[in-house]
């Protein structure tokens, strides 16, 4: 397949026409009325269009195929923290240290698998791609907090050595999210953080447009 290619067009590599979303980041969170790229990225000095595609779109379409043919930009973003509280995976009882660590690799394995069709989705169009940690919870109740953020790093870890490996750009996202205000809820980021994320995704996309070749991480 030949990558989708913006020479030609007439426009800066760098400009942000068409970000598609892989992932389902923006599913749980309220951005209020109207589009959704007005809630993001409020009065842009260009038109731009937002596409989300979450993982049953992408592998059952067959990777690349489920991609717009007018992308411009690619994100990998998943909500990881609201992932993990919902499937229960921290409620459940274990025998052991040994036992609680192996059904956390067995799901970061599951959750690997898709993250890794992903990122084979993205670089077949050869478009200028950035992939985002998981968003931590922020609990009110240290223990609570502790667990989930421990659970985290070892998803985290496998984001982290696949963007690596596919010299992806990264938007450390843990760093990025470090104030109450960013948060709606325990697990839920709130309007301020979500444009927070946006505003560095963008700053990162814009970058790796105009100077590719190197993996770099934002935060």
């Given at each position: 397949?030949?990558?989708?290619?913006?020479?030609?067009?007439?426009?800066?590599?760098d400009?942000?026409?068409?970000?598609?979303?892989?992932?389902?980041?923006?599913?749980?969170?309220?951005?209020?009325?109207g589009?959704?790229?007005?809630?993001?990225?409020?009065?842009?000095?260009?038109?731009?269009k937002?596409?989300?595609?979450?993982?049953?779109?992408?592998?059952?379409?067959?990777?690349?195929?489920?991609?717009?043919?007018?992308?411009?930009?690619?994100?990998?973003?998943?909500?990881?923290?609201?992932?993990?509280?919902?499937?229960?995976l921290?409620?459940?009882?274990t025998?052991?240290?040994?036992?609680?660590?192996?059904?956390?690799?067995t799901?970061?394995?599951?959750?690997?698998?898709i993250?890794?069709?992903?990122?084979?989705?993205?670089?077949?169009?050869?478009?200028?791609?950035?992939?985002?940690?998981?968003?931590?919870?922020?609990?009110?109740?240290?223990?609570?907090?502790r667990?989930?953020?421990?659970?985290?790093?070892?998803?985290?870890?496998?984001?982290?050595?696949?963007?690596?490996?596919?010299?992806?750009?990264?938007?450390?996202?843990?760093?990025?999210?470090?104030?109450?205000?960013?948060?709606?809820?325990?697990?839920?980021?709130?309007?301020?953080?979500?444009?927070?994320?946006?505003?560095?995704?963008?700053?990162?996309?814009?970058?790796?447009?105009?100077?590719?070749?190197?993996?770099?991480?934002?935060?």
């Amino acid at each position: 397949m030949t990558p989708n290619s913006q020479q030609g067009s007439g426009t800066p590599p760098d400009l942000i026409r068409h970000l598609v979303l892989l992932g389902d980041a923006l599913q749980n969170i309220n951005l209020g009325e109207g589009p959704t790229e007005s809630a993001l990225v409020p009065r842009p000095r260009n038109p731009w269009k937002l596409t989300v595609l979450q993982a049953p779109q992408v592998l059952q379409q067959g990777r690349v195929r489920a991609i717009p043919a007018d992308a411009s930009h690619i994100g990998i973003c998943i909500d990881g923290g609201w992932a993990i509280e919902t499937s229960g995976l921290l409620q459940v009882g274990t025998q052991s240290v040994r036992d609680a660590l192996d059904r956390l690799a067995t799901a970061a394995d599951e959750f690997e698998n898709i993250f890794v069709r992903f990122i084979a989705a993205a670089t077949e169009t050869g478009l200028p791609t950035i992939v985002c940690t998981l968003v931590p919870a922020r609990y009110l109740e240290p223990s609570q907090h502790r667990v989930a953020a421990t659970a985290l790093a070892i998803f985290n870890d496998r984001i982290l050595r696949r963007a690596f490996a596919a010299r992806l750009s990264i938007v450390e996202l843990r760093l990025v999210c470090d104030e109450d205000g960013d948060y709606a809820s325990e697990t839920l980021l709130s309007r301020a953080g979500v444009r927070k994320v946006a505003n560095v995704a963008r700053s990162a996309l814009y970058e790796i447009s105009r100077e590719p070749g190197r993996t770099r991480v934002y935060f």
